[in-house]
RNA sequence: GCUGGUGUAGCUUAGUUGGUAAAGCACGUGAUUCGUAAUCACGGGACCAAGGGUUCGAAUCCCUUCACCAGCUCCA
């Protein structure tokens, strides 16, 4: 709620503190009321307030709450390290998306169990309650504190901080910490959190600097709110796909090969069955598609710009007296595809689309299953355009990806990522091209965020996020805007009027990385994939053997019909078959016995425990085409 | 790449203070012919990630390398 100063609390002395005129208000209000915003900052409720001020309260309903409860959360991890280790530096502990941290110099390396005893610590300072307060000094004062406790870090962050401004220090207990706050008015208000992990951090992220000890922890408003969350973590990690892929037999990475995936035959089944519906949907969305070579000369890597920015990543090798290079990516190729002809603007939008295998030598400690790999394969298309064609095919690519997604069910949100500090090509280009998106998600009439600085190096980008079935999100698919390599190939097209004009060019891909995206509808379906996509659509047993030659006619008349069909006739009891095939998750169990031969008829159970018994086979194959055929979940 | 951790049969794991490997699942064989999430019995399978060292003796202790895991940095 918000309150102004000016028109509602007249009655009040200059420099009562905002709390108080809260609690007066309300005494409701006064118990959850655990900051404020002034002047559209966030601000502790003890900082006292003149009358012009307009304040928002903030309660523990609000968003912001959560932010302030997590960092004294963190303050309340620093008070108990520096109890147990008063040699221990402290440096920052910021709250995250889903928790806090707190970066700590320590003499000797902690574990695990020295957690344990870091969090019996801040229970105790939690229990004691101790009133959180807030001091302003100014910056002299804050830095010989800093130099008397011999806190390094800290003196270096006071020592950024300009001559004249203030510092705030935050006081409980014996304990005090420069922060901006605002903090809880209480070190009892914390109810439930708990340290998760610990973890090496460089020194203001830099990896040049100092590694410091990293304590990560989550902290709820609520005990059972901690416990949902444990159990969303347990809920990922069933999902998680390097898991499934052992299980179901989708793919494996050899130590012969970090970071490069191999693909069993249901893996490849997938990728295929994508792939296919992939091709389907670009057809009809006009591209056309090349493939271009695996590896290319470094005269054609120097020309886009690759050699100079990102060769330590590439894999190159030796051909006579010439280096080559195994593509990162797919765009020079393009442009070799395009510089073979002259075009005219009416081929315009040219769409071209290539499922490129690039290889890319990233730092082994970023490799994650398919997640981050070496080798990869990009759903690249290139598309070139005359400047008034910008906004409508952007409209065209979003159509794309709002369809294939749908398929999937999967939700997503688009940002726009804008110029990084490495980049090439003049601030004018970048502002005109972070214009021309911009213009066409208006046009498009989509919501989007803004996220500074992420553009890659030669454009910006429209990012599209997915979220999946848990609610994580994934950045697969981008749009970017190039408005370097058009330049440094020399591409043309010839205009209406006879002369000849650079193209625009848009990069984009809608999976991302084929593989990558084969990981996340993994985890998004937990294993149990949907019909269409199942690398064994339905499988066949026989209750005994009497029933066999009858399952061996259903499995071949399901094949014939072009449903991915295995059949299991071990001597086993029907239960154990049952369950192996419910462990595979195949959607579509076949269950014969001498009942069915006999009648003729099939007995399906379906993966989710549904049982139909007496079912003609024509019926249900037609039932399990209309359902791939709408590819519903 | 950096910090920390891990590496034992195809998979998941046990292995006490150093005394040269154990189980379940899976696999093979035999018996069983069974009606909706595990039938029984027997059997094969591991130079304990690789290389080096300490020791009478190493899966166990030390070093190096590789891979994986968590996080950091990075991600055209």
Redesign the pocket.
Known sequence: MKIKLRDQVREYKEGTSVYEIAASISEGLARMAICGKVDGKLADLNLKLDHDCEVQIITSKDPEAKMVMRHTTAHVLAQAVMSIYPNAKLSIGPA?DDGF?YDFEFKT?I?NDDLAKIEAEMKKIIKANFPITREVVTRQEALERAKKENQPYKIELIDAIDKNETVTIYHQGDFEDVCRGPHLRSTGMIKAFKLT??????WR???KNK?L??I?GVVFDKASEMEEYFKMLEEAEKR?H??LG??LDLFF???YA??MPFFMPKGQTIINTLIDFWREEHKKAGYVEITTPIALNRKLWEMSG?WD??KK??YTFKVESDTFAVK??N?PGGMLFYKERIHSYKEFPLRVAELGK?H??????????LF?VRCFTQDDAHIFMTPDQIESEIANIIHLVDRVYSVFGLEYHLELSTM?A?HIGTIKEWEHAETCLKNALKHIGKDYVINEG?????GP?IDIHIKDAIGRTWQCG?I?LDMQLPKRFGLEYVDKDGSRKEPIML?RVIFGSVERFFGIITEHFAGAFPLWLAPVQAIVM???????EYAKKVAKKLEDAGIKTELDT???????K???A??QKIPY?F????????EGTV???K???V?L?GLQLKDVIKQMKDEIDKKVR
């Open positions: 995250t941290y390396p574990n992990k610990l973890a090496g951090a460089y992220g830099d990896e590694m000890t990293r990560y998680d390097r898991k052992k299980e990475l050899s130590d970090p970071g690759h920015h990102y990543n590439m990162p990516m765009c690039v890319r030598h990233e730092a082994s400690g970023t490799l994650h299953g981050r990084p490495k992420d553009g890659a190096f030669y980008k981008t970017q990069h026989n209750v005994s053997e009497k029933s066999e071990r001597g086993e009891k029907i239960g154990y049952i369950r192996s419910q462990m169990m269950i014969v016995g001498e009942k069915e031969a006999d007995s399906i159970r993966r989710g425990n049982e018994g």
